[in-house]
């Protein structure tokens, strides 16, 4: 690459996430996966996927070795299976580390000019965005809900995350779109988690940036829930961003990017996740287009509902 982006800032003294969240709810709401594909495509490393330099003996846990890019070739550590997912961010295979078995998840991106880049503490060089933001969150204390990065490995034309791989799972969207409007309990049961990984992730100076149902794998047989691709995320800033910055999908998009010049993370946190709890009682998202979002009307389908939950409307 000719250029690196400009570096971000990393906020210092975050409040408290919950009671910023409830101001922000007040204030805000009254008024860019790891998803099934049908194509299975075989792994075939990149040319650029060879041993580097071996900087002398070492022993590092590799779950806990993501503090900087491994030395180790790639293809002596890790076998790589089937292609699970794919889109703008790259694709993901399942993998198993060799020397254990484990099974992971091996999400590999392609370098690009406009890749971010951000400055973390123990880093003398920034790192691209997603690399970055999830050795931020490998900072005690760790979250049972937010996906964790084992390794990752740069080389001249890609960069290769290994990640955990909750097994048996799928996105949050695949599995609202298998048992549409969900009871009440299993939402909460979800709800509870997105909550927690959203704290834990401001918490820690990151904003996701990209909070919707398809960025959360559940694990099917226990409903536990995982936070996933930081990509579009930043580095959480007190003076919020401009517009431009949102990079997540509209349907989650807080009216304020379409309103006004800046925006902040814990009311875009806020709106996100209000609409994903809409989203998984009513099968549906509660905004179909800009005008929608910025006249924040919403109506109800899901007439099992309780009805405190329907009498009034904090939108």
Same mark, same amino acid.
């Given at each position: 690459?000719?250029?690196?982006?400009?570096?971000? $800032?990393?906020?210092?003294?975050?409040?408290?996430?919950?009671?910023?969240?409830?101001?922000?709810? @007040?204030?805000?709401?009254?008024?860019?996966?790891?998803?099934?594909?049908?194509?299975?495509?075989?792994?075939?490393?990149?040319?650029?996927?060879?041993?580097?330099?071996? *900087?002398?003996?070492?022993?590092?846990?590799?779950?806990?070795?993501?503090?900087?890019?491994?030395?180790?070739?790639?293809?002596?550590?890790?076998?790589?299976?089937?292609?699970?997912?794919?889109?703008?961010?790259?694709?993901?295979? @399942?993998?198993?580390?060799?020397?254990?078995?484990? $099974?992971?998840?091996?999400?590999?991106?392609?370098?690009?000019?406009?890749?971010?880049?951000?400055?973390?503490?123990?880093?003398?060089?920034?790192?691209?965005?997603? +690399?970055?933001?999830?050795?931020?969150?490998? @900072?005690?204390?760790?979250? *049972?809900?937010?996906?964790?990065?084992?390794?990752?490995?740069?080389?001249?034309?890609?960069?290769?995350?290994?990640?955990?791989?909750?097994?048996?799972?799928?996105?949050?969207?695949?599995?609202?779109?298998?048992?549409?409007?969900?009871?009440?309990?299993?939402?909460?049961?979800?709800?509870?988690?997105? +909550?927690?990984?959203?704290?834990?992730?401001?918490?820690?100076?990151?904003?996701?940036?990209?909070?919707?149902?398809?960025?959360?794998?559940? $694990?099917?047989?226990?409903?536990?829930? $995982?936070?996933?691709?930081?990509?579009?995320?930043?580095?959480?800033?007190?003076?919020?961003?401009?517009?431009?910055?949102?990079?997540?999908?509209?349907?989650?998009?807080?009216?304020?990017?379409?309103?006004?010049?800046?925006?902040?993370?814990?009311?875009?946190?806020?709106?996100?996740?209000? +609409?994903?709890?809409?989203?998984?009682?009513?099968?549906?998202?509660?905004?179909?287009?800009?005008?929608?979002?910025?006249?924040?009307?919403?109506?109800?389908?899901?007439?099992?509902?309780?009805?405190?939950?329907?009498?009034?409307?904090?939108?």
């Amino acid at each position: 690459m000719s250029e690196k982006p400009s570096v971000c $800032k990393k906020r210092k003294g975050v409040g408290p996430f919950l009671r910023n969240a409830w101001k922000a709810m @007040k204030r805000s709401l009254l008024c860019c996966c790891l998803s099934a594909v049908d194509v299975v495509e075989t792994f075939v490393p990149p040319a650029d996927l060879e041993p580097e330099p071996d *900087p002398g003996p070492s022993s590092p846990d590799p779950d806990h070795a993501g503090v900087k890019p491994n030395n180790d070739s790639f293809e002596t550590l890790y076998h790589v299976g089937e292609m699970i997912g794919s889109g703008g961010f790259g694709r993901v295979f @399942k993998g198993t580390r060799k020397f254990d078995g484990k $099974k992971v998840a091996i999400k590999q991106m392609r370098k690009i000019d406009n890749n971010c880049y951000l400055d973390i503490p123990g880093h003398p060089e920034p790192l691209v965005t997603e +690399v970055a933001l999830l050795l931020m969150m490998r @900072k005690e204390p760790i979250s *049972p809900y937010v996906i964790q990065l084992y390794d990752w490995f740069e080389h001249p034309r890609t960069f290769s995350l290994i990640m955990e791989f909750p097994e048996p799972c799928e996105s949050l969207l695949d599995f609202i779109i298998r048992d549409p409007q969900l009871d009440e309990p299993t939402a909460r049961v979800l709800m509870r988690q997105a +909550v927690l990984a959203v704290q834990h992730c401001i918490e820690h100076g990151v904003f996701h940036n990209d909070v919707h149902a398809q960025n959360f794998l559940v $694990k099917t047989n226990t409903l536990e829930l $995982k936070l996933i691709d930081f990509g579009c995320g930043q580095l959480l800033s007190a003076d919020g961003y401009e517009r431009k910055i949102y990079r997540g999908i509209q349907a989650y998009c807080p009216p304020e990017v379409f309103t006004e010049s800046r925006f902040h993370a814990v009311p875009t946190n806020v709106w996100a996740l209000g +609409v994903l709890l809409f989203e998984m009682v009513n099968a549906r998202s509660p905004f179909g287009n800009r005008t929608d979002i910025t006249q924040a009307k919403v109506t109800f389908q899901n007439s099992n509902l309780s009805k405190g939950n329907n009498t009034c409307c904090p939108w």
